[in-house]
Protein backbone atom coordinates (compact mmCIF):
# COMPACT_ATOMS: atom_id res chain seq x y z
CA UNK A 1 0.00 0.00 0.00
CA UNK A 2 1.80 3.39 -0.92
CA UNK A 3 0.47 6.48 0.83
CA UNK A 4 1.95 9.60 0.96
CA UNK A 5 2.14 11.91 4.04
CA UNK A 6 2.48 15.73 4.03
CA UNK A 7 3.68 17.63 6.66
CA UNK A 8 5.22 21.21 7.20
CA UNK A 9 2.20 23.93 6.30
CA UNK A 10 1.04 26.79 8.08
CA UNK A 11 0.12 30.14 8.73
CA UNK A 12 2.93 32.51 7.44
CA UNK A 13 3.33 36.19 6.83
CA UNK A 14 3.73 37.68 3.62
CA UNK A 15 7.59 37.64 2.92
CA UNK A 16 7.97 34.39 4.89
CA UNK A 17 9.34 31.00 4.34
CA UNK A 18 7.84 27.62 4.98
CA UNK A 19 9.31 23.78 4.14
CA UNK A 20 7.07 20.97 3.20
CA UNK A 21 7.51 17.35 3.33
CA UNK A 22 6.06 14.37 1.87
CA UNK A 23 7.31 11.43 2.80
CA UNK A 24 6.40 8.09 0.66
CA UNK A 25 5.49 4.45 1.86
CA UNK A 26 5.80 1.79 0.10
CA UNK A 27 7.86 0.82 -2.38
CA UNK A 28 10.21 3.93 -2.75
CA UNK A 29 12.47 1.77 -5.20
CA UNK A 30 10.11 2.28 -7.46
CA UNK A 31 9.43 6.13 -7.46
CA UNK A 32 10.20 8.13 -10.48
CA UNK A 33 9.25 11.81 -10.62
CA UNK A 34 7.61 13.34 -7.87
CA UNK A 35 5.59 16.91 -7.50
CA UNK A 36 4.45 19.42 -5.96
CA UNK A 37 0.96 21.16 -6.71
CA UNK A 38 -1.46 24.05 -5.07
CA UNK A 39 -5.04 24.10 -5.13
CA UNK A 40 -6.45 27.73 -4.13
CA UNK A 41 -10.44 28.09 -3.21
CA UNK A 42 -12.06 28.34 -6.57
CA UNK A 43 -9.48 27.67 -8.31
CA UNK A 44 -8.09 24.13 -10.33
CA UNK A 45 -5.15 22.81 -9.08
CA UNK A 46 -1.78 23.68 -10.40
CA UNK A 47 1.39 22.55 -10.88
CA UNK A 48 4.18 23.95 -8.70
CA UNK A 49 7.18 22.02 -8.98
CA UNK A 50 8.54 18.47 -10.19
CA UNK A 51 11.96 16.94 -9.98
CA UNK A 52 12.94 13.42 -11.49
CA UNK A 53 14.78 10.75 -9.65
CA UNK A 54 18.02 12.49 -11.22
CA UNK A 55 17.58 15.45 -9.92
CA UNK A 56 16.06 17.75 -13.13
CA UNK A 57 13.58 20.51 -11.43
CA UNK A 58 10.74 22.20 -13.67
CA UNK A 59 8.91 25.19 -11.50
CA UNK A 60 5.81 27.28 -12.54
CA UNK A 61 6.59 30.20 -13.74
CA UNK A 62 5.16 32.23 -10.47
CA UNK A 63 7.53 30.55 -8.04
CA UNK A 64 10.84 30.11 -9.79
CA UNK A 65 13.47 32.18 -7.96
CA UNK A 66 11.56 31.86 -4.58
CA UNK A 67 10.65 27.89 -4.42
CA UNK A 68 13.26 24.72 -4.74
CA UNK A 69 12.10 21.59 -4.59
CA UNK A 70 14.52 18.67 -3.62
CA UNK A 71 14.04 15.01 -2.59
CA UNK A 72 16.13 12.33 -1.46
CA UNK A 73 15.50 8.92 -3.09
CA UNK A 74 16.94 6.50 -0.22
CA UNK A 75 14.31 7.63 2.08
CA UNK A 76 11.91 8.55 -0.24
CA UNK A 77 10.78 12.03 0.51
CA UNK A 78 10.19 14.93 -1.56
CA UNK A 79 11.19 18.86 -0.08
CA UNK A 80 9.64 21.94 -1.06
CA UNK A 81 11.71 24.99 0.31
CA UNK A 82 9.17 28.47 0.27
CA UNK A 83 10.70 31.75 0.40
CA UNK A 84 9.27 35.09 -0.09
CA UNK A 85 5.95 33.66 0.34
CA UNK A 86 3.07 36.02 -1.43
CA UNK A 87 -0.20 35.95 0.09
CA UNK A 88 -1.15 34.31 -3.59
CA UNK A 89 0.42 31.58 -2.93
CA UNK A 90 -2.01 30.76 -0.04
CA UNK A 91 -3.68 27.00 -1.30
CA UNK A 92 -3.70 23.41 -0.12
CA UNK A 93 -0.32 21.69 -1.30
CA UNK A 94 -0.11 18.38 -2.41
CA UNK A 95 2.61 16.06 -3.09
CA UNK A 96 2.53 13.26 -5.83
CA UNK A 97 4.44 10.45 -6.82
CA UNK A 98 4.57 8.80 -9.82
CA UNK A 99 5.53 5.21 -9.12
CA UNK A 100 6.57 2.23 -11.98
CA UNK A 101 4.44 -0.77 -11.45
CA UNK A 102 5.32 -3.35 -14.02
CA UNK A 103 4.57 -1.52 -17.59
CA UNK A 104 2.99 1.08 -15.94
CA UNK A 105 2.94 3.85 -14.09
CA UNK A 106 0.93 5.27 -11.36
CA UNK A 107 0.28 8.51 -9.86
CA UNK A 108 -0.26 8.63 -6.20
CA UNK A 109 -1.42 11.77 -3.95
CA UNK A 110 -1.16 12.89 -0.65
CA UNK A 111 -4.13 14.24 1.67
CA UNK A 112 -2.47 18.06 1.54
CA UNK A 113 -1.50 20.27 3.56
CA UNK A 114 -2.79 24.14 3.79
CA UNK A 115 -0.29 27.01 3.71
CA UNK A 116 -1.63 30.23 4.44
CA UNK A 117 0.48 33.49 3.49
CA UNK A 118 -1.33 36.53 5.55
CA UNK A 119 -0.69 39.46 7.93
Known amino acids: QVQLVESGGGLVQPGGSLRLSCAVS????????MGWYRQAPGKERELVAT???????NYADSVKGRFTISRDNARGRVYLQMNSLKPEDTAVYYC?????????????WGQGTQVTVSS
Open 96 to 108: NADMISGLSMVRY
Open 51 to 57: ITRGGTT
Open 26 to 33: GSIFSLNT
